[in-house]
């Protein structure tokens, strides 16, 4: 059973930046797809990022240029670095992972494993 913990999430001005961190309890990143997904209230799930094992990475449109997702294989932590971040980023952030071979940003928002969600408030 695979357990994702965030972390990171706060509150932060208009063009600044955070850093998510998404720990998992055992070794996903070899096979799964994992990625990162936001919700704000009133609003459906939306896809950030995604990370697939062969290395390659996938971006929502209105992310692209400023997050950037990454992944450290020795710690097994998936990270989430948000830059130039916008009141409309305001959202609970989730870590998500699934087994191949799905791996595209809109499909990370419906994937079998997430975590409790951290949030990122920016004004």
Not at 3 to 9: A, D, I, R
Not at 56 to 78: E, M
Not at 80 to 98: G, I, R, S, V, W
């Amino acid at each position: 059973h695979v357990q994702l913990v965030e972390s990171g999430g706060g509150s932060v001005q208009a063009g600044g930046s955070l850093r998510l961190s998404c720990a998992a309890s055992e070794y996903t990143y070899s096979s799964y797809c994992m990625g990162w997904f936001r919700q704000a209230p009133g609003k459906e799930r939306e896809g950030v990022a995604a990370a697939d094992s062969d290395g390659s990475t996938h971006y929502g449109d209105s992310v692209k240029g400023r997050f950037t997702v990454s992944v450290d294989n020795a710690r097994k932590t998936l990270y989430l670095q948000m830059n130039n971040l916008k009141p409309e980023d305001t959202a609970m952030y989730y870590c998500a992972a699934d087994p191949p071979p799905v791996c595209g940003v809109g499909s990370i928002p419906f994937f079998g494993y997430r975590g409790q969600g951290t949030q990122v408030t920016v004004s």
